[in-house]
Nanobody
Framework: QVQLQESGGGLVRAGDSLKLSCVASGFAYVMSWFRQVSGREREFVAGIGWGGVQRYADFVEGRFAVSRDNAANTAVLQMNSLEPEDTAIYYC??????????????????????WGQGTQVTVSS
């Protein structure tokens, strides 16, 4: 069982930046970020495979960047040009099922085995 812990959330103003970090207790072939607003489904934000292939949701529009350190079992989501619509709880997710190094991370939350407890991001206008 891999445990994930997010950090870095907070309250910022529109246009500001935030960096979210995720520390895993073990290796995951895919590490991704999801977000959820109360009453809505959890949605994919960004993910990165162990080979470095990244994938982003359309709404990111070049504002976010995901990275990972395989040796340290960590992942980072750098979020720039934040908008009030980005307000949500952000979750780190990991999948220990094998993924080819050249494959793109999957976006279905049901495909992930491990989840952090989430960190709140609030963007004021």
């Amino acid at each position: 069982q891999v445990q994930l812990q997010e950090s870095g959330g907070g309250l910022v103003r529109a246009g500001d930046s935030l960096k979210l970090s995720c520390v895993a207790s073990g290796f995951a072939y895919v590490m991704s970020w999801f977000r959820q607003v109360s009453g809505r489904e959890r949605e994919f934000v960004a993910g990165i495979g162990w080979g470095g292939v990244q994938r982003y949701a359309d709404f990111v529009e070049g504002r976010f960047a995901v990275s990972r350190d395989n040796a340290a079992n960590t992942a980072v989501l750098q979020m720039n040009s934040l908008e009030p619509e980005d307000t949500a709880i952000y979750y780190c997710a990991g999948d220990h099922k094998f993924l080819d190094a050249s494959a793109s991370p999957h976006t279905d939350p049901w495909g992930y085995d491990y989840w952090g407890q989430g960190t709140q991001v609030t963007v004021s206008s």
